[in-house]
């Protein structure tokens, strides 16, 4: 598997991470679900170079995570805006923030807190079955094939046996 070809593999990890698989993909992410919008709020909230900046912002536009939409046009300037493809994004970003808050905090404790707007209450993200809503945990889901997955994949044929074994 090589990086550059990421996005044309039969994996749906593969793929996503062929998008948003590099730190500065993910932080530009989260200044988005913050509301930052604009070129130069975003180079000085990350401290980011320009040309790495323009990079990410480019890719983002090209795989339909952001529209880029002008707000002057002398000279021309251009907002940022996530589209549902790009908001589809934020349960993993919250996976993320939420594994970081567990694991990765110093004695401060958690550097934000996110208040749901409908009951007022600090949250923590879950993900749950959407067909049941119980919590989902790595050892409480089994993986079968679908029927996009390559079938001479080592990846195939181990969750074959597994599927058997379960």
Not at 132 to 141: H, M, R, W
Request: charged letters at 30%; one cysteine or more; aromatic letters at 6%.
């Amino acid at each position: 598997m090589k990086w550059d070809s990421l996005e044309d593999e039969p994996c749906s990890l593969a793929r996503t991470v062929a998008v948003i698989g590099d730190r500065w993909t993910l932080l530009v992410l989260r200044e988005c679900f913050l509301r930052v919008r604009r070129f130069d709020d975003f180079e000085a909230s990350l401290g980011i170079t320009r040309h790495v900046l323009a990079d990410r912002l480019k890719k983002l536009v090209r795989f339909g995570v952001l529209r880029k939409i002008p707000y002057q046009e002398a000279p021309r300037r251009d907002e940022y805006i996530l589209t549902q493809r790009g908001l589809d994004l934020y349960p993993i970003v919250m996976s993320i923030v939420q594994w970081g808050n567990v694991h990765m905090v110093d004695s401060r404790g958690r550097p934000m807190l996110h208040e749901h707007k409908t009951c007022k209450k600090m949250f923590d993200p879950v993900m749950v079955c959407s067909e049941c809503g119980e919590p989902l945990t790595a050892k409480a889901v089994h993986v079968h094939p679908g029927p996009g997955a390559r079938q001479s994949s080592p990846v195939h044929a181990k969750a074959q046996e597994r599927a058997k074994r379960d």
